[in-house]
Protein backbone atom coordinates (compact mmCIF):
# COMPACT_ATOMS: atom_id res chain seq x y z
CA UNK A 1 0.00 0.00 0.00
CA UNK A 2 1.16 3.61 -0.83
CA UNK A 3 -0.58 4.87 2.19
CA UNK A 4 -1.80 8.52 2.11
CA UNK A 5 -0.05 10.57 -1.17
CA UNK A 6 -0.30 14.08 -1.66
CA UNK A 7 0.60 16.34 -4.73
CA UNK A 8 2.14 18.77 -5.11
CA UNK A 9 4.48 18.80 -2.62
CA UNK A 10 5.55 22.57 -2.93
CA UNK A 11 3.46 25.36 -4.68
CA UNK A 12 3.54 28.91 -4.97
CA UNK A 13 0.70 30.87 -6.13
CA UNK A 14 -0.06 33.98 -6.69
CA UNK A 15 -3.16 36.40 -4.78
CA UNK A 16 -6.45 35.59 -6.59
CA UNK A 17 -5.45 32.33 -8.36
CA UNK A 18 -7.18 28.86 -7.51
CA UNK A 19 -5.70 25.55 -6.98
CA UNK A 20 -6.03 22.07 -6.33
CA UNK A 21 -4.24 19.68 -3.71
CA UNK A 22 -4.59 16.32 -4.05
CA UNK A 23 -5.08 13.29 -1.63
CA UNK A 24 -5.24 9.93 -2.38
CA UNK A 25 -5.62 7.02 0.07
CA UNK A 26 -5.28 3.43 -1.25
CA UNK A 27 -6.10 1.67 1.94
CA UNK A 28 -10.16 1.79 1.43
CA UNK A 29 -10.67 4.23 4.34
CA UNK A 30 -13.92 5.49 4.68
CA UNK A 31 -12.74 8.80 6.71
CA UNK A 32 -10.46 11.22 5.66
CA UNK A 33 -9.93 14.74 6.65
CA UNK A 34 -7.98 17.69 5.74
CA UNK A 35 -5.59 19.84 7.99
CA UNK A 36 -3.77 22.93 7.74
CA UNK A 37 -0.13 23.39 10.03
CA UNK A 38 0.74 27.12 10.77
CA UNK A 39 4.17 27.21 12.18
CA UNK A 40 4.36 26.88 15.65
CA UNK A 41 1.10 25.39 15.94
CA UNK A 42 -1.10 22.14 15.91
CA UNK A 43 -2.69 21.11 12.97
CA UNK A 44 -6.44 22.34 12.66
CA UNK A 45 -9.17 20.78 10.73
CA UNK A 46 -10.31 22.19 7.62
CA UNK A 47 -12.83 19.93 6.01
CA UNK A 48 -13.57 15.86 6.76
CA UNK A 49 -15.48 13.37 5.15
CA UNK A 50 -17.14 10.02 6.66
CA UNK A 51 -17.64 8.66 3.43
CA UNK A 52 -18.58 9.13 -0.66
CA UNK A 53 -20.39 11.88 -1.37
CA UNK A 54 -20.16 12.92 1.88
CA UNK A 55 -18.44 16.15 3.50
CA UNK A 56 -18.74 18.59 6.05
CA UNK A 57 -16.88 21.62 7.56
CA UNK A 58 -14.51 21.27 10.18
CA UNK A 59 -12.70 24.78 12.47
CA UNK A 60 -11.55 26.50 9.52
CA UNK A 61 -13.11 26.02 6.42
CA UNK A 62 -13.81 29.74 5.07
CA UNK A 63 -11.88 30.28 1.58
CA UNK A 64 -12.07 26.15 0.70
CA UNK A 65 -13.93 23.78 -0.64
CA UNK A 66 -13.89 19.91 -1.17
CA UNK A 67 -15.64 17.09 -2.84
CA UNK A 68 -15.06 13.35 -2.40
CA UNK A 69 -16.80 11.38 -5.31
CA UNK A 70 -14.90 8.23 -5.06
CA UNK A 71 -13.99 6.61 -1.49
CA UNK A 72 -10.03 7.08 -2.58
CA UNK A 73 -9.70 10.86 -3.35
CA UNK A 74 -10.40 13.85 -1.07
CA UNK A 75 -9.36 16.81 -2.97
CA UNK A 76 -8.89 20.66 -1.18
CA UNK A 77 -9.96 22.95 -3.43
CA UNK A 78 -8.34 26.73 -2.88
CA UNK A 79 -10.47 28.96 -5.10
CA UNK A 80 -8.97 33.14 -4.84
CA UNK A 81 -5.68 32.54 -2.86
CA UNK A 82 -5.12 35.03 0.04
CA UNK A 83 -1.62 35.13 2.07
CA UNK A 84 -3.38 33.93 4.99
CA UNK A 85 -3.44 30.42 3.14
CA UNK A 86 0.13 30.35 3.45
CA UNK A 87 0.42 26.83 5.52
CA UNK A 88 1.53 23.26 5.44
CA UNK A 89 -1.43 20.96 4.40
CA UNK A 90 -1.99 17.60 5.65
CA UNK A 91 -4.37 14.79 4.78
CA UNK A 92 -5.69 12.08 6.39
CA UNK A 93 -7.63 8.94 6.68
CA UNK A 94 -8.83 6.16 9.39
CA UNK A 95 -10.70 3.38 9.25
CA UNK A 96 -13.43 3.09 11.35
CA UNK A 97 -14.66 -0.20 11.50
CA UNK A 98 -12.52 -2.58 14.31
CA UNK A 99 -12.70 0.21 16.66
CA UNK A 100 -9.46 1.48 15.55
CA UNK A 101 -8.80 5.27 15.91
CA UNK A 102 -5.45 5.47 14.00
CA UNK A 103 -5.30 8.37 11.87
CA UNK A 104 -2.62 7.93 9.13
CA UNK A 105 -1.80 11.35 7.20
CA UNK A 106 0.18 12.44 4.17
CA UNK A 107 3.85 13.80 3.74
CA UNK A 108 1.58 17.40 3.37
CA UNK A 109 1.70 19.94 0.68
CA UNK A 110 3.84 23.38 1.32
CA UNK A 111 1.87 26.09 -0.02
CA UNK A 112 2.82 30.01 -0.63
CA UNK A 113 0.76 32.84 -1.69
CA UNK A 114 2.17 35.95 -2.70
CA UNK B 1 -15.73 21.69 22.26
CA UNK B 2 -13.02 19.89 23.05
CA UNK B 3 -9.38 21.95 23.95
CA UNK B 4 -6.16 20.27 24.12
CA UNK B 5 -2.92 22.27 25.84
CA UNK B 6 0.63 20.78 25.86
CA UNK B 7 3.94 21.82 27.24
CA UNK B 8 6.40 22.78 27.14
CA UNK B 9 6.57 24.01 23.78
CA UNK B 10 10.64 23.18 23.28
CA UNK B 11 12.55 20.89 25.46
CA UNK B 12 16.57 20.03 25.28
CA UNK B 13 18.14 16.95 26.93
CA UNK B 14 20.93 14.80 26.54
CA UNK B 15 21.42 11.73 24.79
CA UNK B 16 20.44 9.04 27.37
CA UNK B 17 18.34 10.87 29.82
CA UNK B 18 14.12 10.80 30.08
CA UNK B 19 11.67 13.21 28.63
CA UNK B 20 8.23 14.10 29.52
CA UNK B 21 5.67 15.92 27.40
CA UNK B 22 2.42 16.71 29.10
CA UNK B 23 -0.98 17.16 27.69
CA UNK B 24 -4.54 18.81 29.39
CA UNK B 25 -8.03 17.92 27.80
CA UNK B 26 -10.98 19.63 28.19
CA UNK B 27 -13.78 17.36 27.38
CA UNK B 28 -14.41 14.86 29.76
CA UNK B 29 -16.43 12.52 27.49
CA UNK B 30 -13.03 12.16 25.49
CA UNK B 31 -11.86 8.88 25.39
CA UNK B 32 -8.62 8.61 22.99
CA UNK B 33 -5.45 10.18 23.10
CA UNK B 34 -2.89 9.82 20.39
CA UNK B 35 0.83 10.71 20.33
CA UNK B 36 1.87 11.61 17.00
CA UNK B 37 6.18 12.36 15.76
CA UNK B 38 6.74 14.92 13.11
CA UNK B 39 10.15 14.67 12.14
CA UNK B 40 11.06 17.78 9.39
CA UNK B 41 9.28 18.13 5.93
CA UNK B 42 7.18 14.95 6.91
CA UNK B 43 3.38 13.92 7.75
CA UNK B 44 2.81 13.01 11.73
CA UNK B 45 2.97 9.64 12.54
CA UNK B 46 1.42 8.02 15.35
CA UNK B 47 3.96 6.74 17.58
CA UNK B 48 1.43 5.28 20.35
CA UNK B 49 -2.04 5.89 21.94
CA UNK B 50 -3.91 5.44 24.52
CA UNK B 51 -7.78 4.89 25.51
CA UNK B 52 -9.69 6.36 28.25
CA UNK B 53 -10.60 2.83 30.13
CA UNK B 54 -6.83 2.33 30.25
CA UNK B 55 -3.92 4.38 33.08
CA UNK B 56 -0.94 3.31 31.13
CA UNK B 57 0.66 1.56 27.91
CA UNK B 58 4.06 1.17 27.51
CA UNK B 59 6.05 0.80 24.05
CA UNK B 60 9.66 0.28 24.26
CA UNK B 61 11.18 3.30 25.71
CA UNK B 62 7.87 5.37 25.08
CA UNK B 63 5.07 5.38 27.56
CA UNK B 64 1.92 6.85 28.25
CA UNK B 65 0.12 7.79 31.08
CA UNK B 66 -3.85 8.99 31.30
CA UNK B 67 -5.45 10.51 34.66
CA UNK B 68 -9.22 10.83 33.80
CA UNK B 69 -10.03 12.97 37.20
CA UNK B 70 -7.18 15.30 36.54
CA UNK B 71 -8.19 15.29 32.78
CA UNK B 72 -4.06 15.36 31.57
CA UNK B 73 -1.96 12.95 29.89
CA UNK B 74 1.63 12.62 29.11
CA UNK B 75 4.10 11.10 27.16
CA UNK B 76 7.33 9.36 29.04
CA UNK B 77 10.39 8.77 26.30
CA UNK B 78 13.24 6.89 28.61
CA UNK B 79 16.51 6.45 27.06
CA UNK B 80 16.53 9.28 24.60
CA UNK B 81 18.75 9.17 21.52
CA UNK B 82 19.62 11.88 18.69
CA UNK B 83 16.90 10.28 16.28
CA UNK B 84 14.16 10.92 19.30
CA UNK B 85 14.87 15.07 17.76
CA UNK B 86 11.77 15.57 16.56
CA UNK B 87 8.62 17.68 17.31
CA UNK B 88 5.82 15.59 19.39
CA UNK B 89 1.66 16.45 19.00
CA UNK B 90 -1.12 15.17 21.74
CA UNK B 91 -4.47 15.27 20.70
CA UNK B 92 -7.83 14.08 21.41
CA UNK B 93 -10.70 13.06 19.59
CA UNK B 94 -13.44 15.64 18.59
CA UNK B 95 -16.61 13.72 19.16
CA UNK B 96 -18.50 15.70 16.31
CA UNK B 97 -16.47 16.91 12.89
CA UNK B 98 -16.34 12.73 11.94
CA UNK B 99 -13.87 11.90 15.31
CA UNK B 100 -11.53 14.27 13.52
CA UNK B 101 -8.26 14.83 16.01
CA UNK B 102 -7.89 18.25 18.00
CA UNK B 103 -4.10 18.95 18.56
CA UNK B 104 -2.20 20.65 21.09
CA UNK B 105 0.64 23.18 19.85
CA UNK B 106 3.86 20.91 19.90
CA UNK B 107 6.78 20.07 21.54
CA UNK B 108 10.09 20.63 20.19
CA UNK B 109 12.37 18.25 21.57
CA UNK B 110 15.84 18.01 21.13
CA UNK B 111 18.05 15.62 22.19
CA UNK B 112 21.95 16.37 22.29
CA UNK B 113 25.13 13.28 22.21
Known amino acids: NAGVTQTPKFRILKIGQSMTLQCAQDMNHNYMYWYRQDPGMGLKLIYY???????DKGEVPNGYNVSRSTTEDFPLRLELAAPSQTSVYFCASRLTSGGNNEQFFGPGTRLTVL | GENVEQHPSTLSVQEGDSAVIKCTYS??????FPWYKQELGKGPQLIID?????GEKKDQRIAVTLNKTAKHFSLHITETQPEDSAVYFC????????????FGKGTTLSVSS
Open chain 2, 50 to 54: IRSNV
Open chain 1, 49 to 55: SVGAGIT
Open chain 2, 27 to 32: DSASNY
Open chain 2, 91 to 102: AAIRREAGTALI
